[in-house]
């Protein structure tokens, strides 16, 4: 969610997330290519391209995590291969070993 006097998040940023067990996947805002977002996510992440697989498009969005799930602490994540109202593009990469 933007906060007034944030600058608007652009094509192409990495969107940093936050996991408990390490990541299932990474998201670049923007629907870019797949190797953009590879080489995204591996400087913003400081390991080497080989680690992460070339990105895909999908639909995402910022929302409350369901009262049965439990996310320690987290206020609000962003759900991927969604769609309708409140949706936005991006790419996810998944880490190679995942």
Not at 1 to 7: D, L
Not at 15 to 35: K, N, S, T
Request: glycine content about 12%.
């Amino acid at each position: 969610m933007k906060k007034r006097g944030q600058p608007r998040p652009q094509i192409g940023e990495y969107i940093r997330l936050h996991w408990d067990d390490g990541p299932l996947w990474y998201a670049v805002r923007g629907h870019v290519g797949p190797e953009e977002a590879r080489a995204t996510v591996a400087r913003e992440e400081g390991f080497g391209i080989e680690c992460v697989k070339p990105g895909r498009h999908t639909r995402a969005r910022w929302q409350f995590p369901e009262a049965h799930q439990r996310y320690d602490g987290a206020d609000i994540v962003l759900a991927i291969d969604v769609s309708g109202p409140g949706t936005f593009p991006v790419t996810v990469c998944e880490p190679v070993n995942g």
